[in-house]
């Protein structure tokens, strides 16, 4: 599988970016998909994650500022991200979860579970 994410880039305190993450060489509609950064220093973690069937989580951090959705059509998962922090300053990556996991956050939020992994889209949130 092969992931291409994108729509990163500098923004403000309170701003907003929407990120896209295109997958290709697997059965997309199949798969749970995940959304994970990374700041400098930092290890990888967990943002948010949508099930084949759209059902959705999130880290606390994010909750109520982020939204994940997909689109099985285009091989996509996006973030919309709001309301964005300083913190929120990280490379942010897609990964699907695959085999026939139930959807949760135990089985979705550590990045050990996720065996694919692409360059991902920086974010730089300004103060």
């Known amino acids: 599988v092969q992931l291409q994410a994108s729509g990163g880039g500098l923004v403000q305190t309170g701003g907003s970016l929407r990120l896209s993450c295109t997958a290709s060489?697997?059965?997309?509609?199949?798969?749970?998909m995940g959304w994970f950064r990374q700041a400098p220093g930092k290890e990888r973690e967990f943002v948010a994650a949508?099930?084949?069937?759209?059902?959705?989580l999130y880290s606390e951090a994010v909750r109520g500022r982020f939204t994940i959705s997909r689109d099985n059509a285009k091989n996509t998962v996006y973030l919309q991200m709001n309301n964005l922090k300083p913190e929120d300053t990280a490379v942010y990556s897609c990964?699907?979860?695959?085999?026939?996991?139930?959807?949760?956050?135990?089985?979705?939020?550590?990045?050990?579970?996720?065996?694919?992994w692409g360059q991902g889209t920086q974010v730089t949130v300004s103060s």
């Open positions: 990964s699907p979860r695959i085999g026939s996991v139930n959807f949760s956050m135990l089985n979705m939020a550590r990045p050990a579970n996720y065996g694919y």
């Open positions: 949508v099930s084949q069937f759209r059902r959705t």
């Open positions: 060489g697997g059965t997309f509609s199949n798969y749970h």
